[in-house]
């Protein structure tokens, strides 16, 4: 440690707080910015995972549900048969807050989301003003860090709210333990709030565990370095730092034991690959992240990104030397100052957890969301080399002119590119353009969605080719020939409708839906008898779907079978009461049947 600069001094009890030295006006002054940069998504839609992590999930919109938010992954109520990675009760009981208040209201979550990141860049600035022990460059971390594009993500999509609210809950969780190591007398209580807030963030997402790293390495470098571990004579040097972190080891077990109950193990990889390959995509994966923090231009919702099964110059060796020459600055910089190395752990760990792709399938492994955490560590590192500019005349309490029109510059290009960047997520149709836009056929479910989305709008002719593209690309996903019979269906093109909804129909396993729609175009081409027969074939897949009996009953009303019609009207009202078409159809059987009488 002799190598590094002094440390920051310690706190004695009933001194004054550090932090008090922090300029709070400039610290609002820098909240503020953030929250005015991200204002235009106030008047954004919901979108993509939206529709059904929000508008269509029954979990959200009940304080019944609540309990089951800790027995279930995210979308357990929307899909009860998944084995999803998500168990995040806390953001789903954010979720329901938010539709208690605003409900359909879509502003009014945009409102808390820019909130949750406003309150992130501030708590950024503390943190910077704690490892640092120096005001400006912890204003210019608050400003890197709530400017910067890589978050319109996690800003101005909804469904990107954990990483935001990750980020309070760790950062202060990880105040709290400072103060706990500082604070004579309370050191108790300050404990027990940062393992509140870590439990917070656990139950926000995943990713939270990455702060027993980040503890553990500020222990290692003894900081603050108010208490001193015993240490005995042969004692290894870690051995005390990590009986020091021994109750957030201990509520991560637990955290860890009611995850896998939760989600039925651990986790459930996507992709099944070999660790051979999923160590080879890690070089230009990093390299990938590197690029977006140092150049945030040009970003996407997606961006396909391939798994790396052969090595080459390129795809690892490029990649390899760039991380080696970054890891060599970074160690050079963090021997010459105590500060900087205790920032690199919050560049550094958080992006461990996402290198285990194989959990999210080739061309879905990078987003920019996952650098939210990571950025925090970059914009105190960036904040330090800005304050190394040192030419330039006195401004704004001692700042060098060079460092304030350099923070300037860093505020009028992050909002210009916050501006440009973040229209993709003003509705389904910004959305789904853009994305299809860089991924093509190469990813389906974008494909899909984009279609959905042109069809939904009326634009027929252009969602019918995406669909045939999808089809092309993909000749057995079935959902692709349904939506494309389906959308004909409804415009009455009832031949196209038959030739996409038979393949639909024939798929393995079979699809209810499918041969429900089948059934309805060759009724309405009055072929009646393929009409009952996959209507019937609908009713054995799934005996309880709504309109499928009234259906049936429809076609049997018409071949003049009354009594078996009368059935079908009647178990579809004792599946929905409310059915008025089956119930007028009913009345109007048993008058016949009594005026025949």
């Known amino acids: 440690m002799s190598k590094h600069e002094a440390g920051p001094p310690t706190v004695a009890e009933g001194a004054i707080d550090p932090l008090a030295n922090v300029p709070y006006r400039w610290a609002a002054a820098v909240c503020a910015l953030t929250f005015l940069t991200y204002l235009g998504t106030l008047r954004f839609q919901f979108v ?5 992590q929000i508008v269509g999930n029954p979990a ?5 549900a609540v309990p089951g938010y800790f027995s279930a992954h995210v979308w357990a109520a929307v899909g009860p048969t998944f084995l999803a990675n ?84 760790l950062i202060s969780a990880y105040l709290c333990w400072l103060r706990s190591r500082e604070t004579a007398g309370r050191s108790a209580v300050w404990l027990v709030a940062s393992l509140a807030f870590y439990m917070l963030a656990l139950l926000t997402k995943e990713t939270a ?86 150049w945030p231009v040009r970003l996407s919702p997606f961006y396909g990104l391939q798994f790396v099964f052969r090595p080459t110059i390129w795809n690892t060796v490029l990649p390899l030397l760039t991380l080696l020459l970054v890891a060599v600055a970074l160690r050079k910089w963090a021997a010459r100052s ?76 992050f909002g210009f590119a916050v501006q440009v960047e973040d229209r993709c997520y ?13 991924m ?85 081409m009055n072929r009646i008898d393929e009409a009952e027969a996959n209507l019937r074939s609908a009713i054995a897949l799934e005996p309880t779907a709504p309109n499928y009996h009234f259906a049936l009953g429809v076609v049997l009303k018409v071949r003049g079978n009354l009594p078996a019609a009368l059935t079908e009207f009647d178990r579809e009202l004792e599946l929905n009461p409310a059915h008025q078409a089956a119930a007028k159809q009913a009345a109007e059987i048993h008058q016949r049947v009594a005026g025949r009488h």
């Open 48 to 52: 993509h995972d939206d529709r059904g």
């Open 60 to 64: 959200v919109q009940s304080w019944h």
């Open 86 to 169: 998500d168990y995040r009760p806390f953001f789903l009981l954010w979720l329901r807050i938010n539709d208690a208040v605003f409900g359909p209201h879509v502003a009014g979550w945009h409102f808390t989301t820019v909130l949750a990141h406003v309150a992130a860049s501030y708590l950024v600035i503390l943190l910077a003003q704690r490892i640092f022990r120096d005001w400006p460059t912890a204003l210019f971390s608050g400003l890197i860090f709530g400017l910067h594009p890589v978050h319109i993500e996690a800003v101005a999509w909804i469904s990107g709210v954990p990483e935001p609210l990750l980020a309070t809950f």
């Open 209 to 294: 565990v990455v702060l027993l790293l980040i503890l553990f390495a500020s222990q290692w470098m003894n900081f603050p370095c108010a208490i001193e571990l015993p240490r005995r004579h042969g004692m290894p040097a870690w051995l005390p730092a990590l009986k020091a972190l021994l109750p957030f080891v201990l509520l991560t077990v637990v955290y860890v034991i009611i995850r896998i109950v939760a989600l039925r193990g651990f986790s459930h990889p996507v992709a099944r690959i070999s660790w051979l390959t999923v160590s080879l995509t890690w070089p230009s994966l990093l390299v990938f992240y590197l690029r977006l923090l140092f």
């Open 338 to 413: 105590r500060p900087v190395a205790l920032a690199i752990p919050w560049l550094v760990f958080p992006v461990l957890p996402v290198l285990d792709v194989q959990v999210f399938g080739d061309g879905n492994f990078a987003h920019n969301r996952y650098l939210y955490l990571s950025s925090v560590g970059f914009a105190m590192l960036m904040a330090a080399a800005l304050r190394r500019l040192k030419f330039g005349r006195p401004l704004l309490g001692g700042v060098p002119s060079s460092q304030v029109w350099a923070s300037v510059f860093l505020l009028l290009l």
């Open 426 to 438: 003003a509705n389904d149709a910004a959305f789904y353009s853009y994305a299809y836009a860089r």
């Open 440 to 524: 093509g056929n190469h990813d389906p479910i974008i494909g899909m969605d984009y279609a959905n989305t042109l069809a939904e709008q009326g634009d027929y002719d252009h969602a019918a080719k995406i669909y045939q593209g999808l089809i092309e690309a993909h000749p057995t996903m079935w959902n692709a020939y349904f939506n494309l019979g389906y959308m004909y269906y409804q415009e009455g093109q009832l031949a196209g409708a038959v030739r996409y909804l038979q393949p639909a129909a024939s798929a393995d396993p079979p699809r209810a839906a499918a041969r429900f729609y089948l059934g309805l175009a060759d009724f309405k």
